[in-house]
């Protein structure tokens, strides 16, 4: 089946740091979408990438999609107290119709 | 405004008795999903369906049954046959099973077992 792996697991930050979370698929995927779940609540659809390379943006987010298409990244720039949750990767592997859902990386944020 | 709507928010069940938490939605999406998630871990598909009387099992459906009679409403029966049960149990929709737009998540029932 399909293995997807989420790095790092945890990772505490200094308010206006930057982090990085990885997702990393053993096969090629068709998308890859990011979700954020604030601790106690639900996750947030973030964002699709579809295209080998892809790069979009929204304010302090930056999310990549690799040239083979089997890895993805999400940066935060300068890290705020709101960004604390969980960031999930949710691949869709090419030719497969089920998205499965990463481990999730938990971030903390120290003002 | 349009979304999902899961009930109860919390639940508190005996062992050996079945539940069903509830999942509505009227985003008039065709794909709806059960998740499972446990303390501190990602999300493990249970159930999902692409179009009314129709369903699928995901990953860990063993101990779980869904119906999908309305396209709106998505029911999960927790049975006496699930191991652990306790646990976090989201719902979710989409257009479709590869939509661009993502997942609509429910703000999830936390059923313990006790």
């Known amino acids: 089946g399909q293995q997807v792996m989420q790095i790092p697991q945890y990772q505490h930050v200094q308010e206006g740091e930057d982090f990085t979370t990885y997702c990393n698929s053993s096969t090629t995927l068709s998308n890859i979408q990011w979700y954020k779940q604030r601790p106690g609540g639900h996750p947030v659809f973030l964002i699709q990438?579809?295209?080998?390379?892809e790069v979009k943006k929204q304010k302090r987010l930056t999310f990549q999609f690799g040239e083979a298409k089997k890895n993805s990244s999400l940066h935060i720039t300068a890290t705020q107290t709101t960004d604390v949750g969980t960031y999930f990767c949710a691949p869709l592997r090419a030719g497969g119709f089920k998205t499965i859902f990463g481990a999730g990386t938990r971030l903390f944020v120290k003002a | 405004d349009g979304g999902i709507t899961q009930s109860p928010k919390y639940l508190f069940r005996k062992e050996g008795q079945n539940v069903t938490l509830s999942c509505e939605q009227n985003l008039n999406h065709d794909a709806m999903y059960w998740y499972r998630q446990d303390p501190g871990q990602g999300l493990r598909l249970i159930y999902y369906?692409?179009?009314?009387?129709?369903?699928q099992k995901g990953d860990i459906a063993e101990g779980y049954s869904v119906s999908r009679e309305k396209k709106e409403s998505f029911p999960l029966t927790v049975t006496s046959a699930q191991k652990n049960p306790t646990a976090f149990y989201l719902c979710?929709?989409?257009?479709?099973?590869?939509?661009?737009?993502?997942?609509?998540f429910g703000s999830g029932t936390r059923l313990t077992v006790v």
């Open positions: 369906s692409q179009i009314v009387n129709d369903f």
């Open positions: 979710a929709s989409s257009i479709g099973l590869t939509s661009g737009d993502g997942y609509t």
């Open positions: 990438l579809v295209k080998s390379g």
